[in-house]
């Protein structure tokens, strides 16, 4: 099993901002790729079935 101590952060380091986060980190984007999703996936169902594929 492994154990983790909680250990405190300088204040110094947890200031600084880090120019190689992700864009991508807000919930926004999963819900945005959640609906991108859904319309990708519903645009080809219902072409299949208006084509009779």
Known sequence: MVSR????????????????TSPFKHTFWVILVFVWSFLAISFVTVNHILTNK
């Open 5 to 20: 101590r909680a250990v405190k952060a300088d204040p110094s380091i947890s200031s600084l901002n880090n120019r190689f």
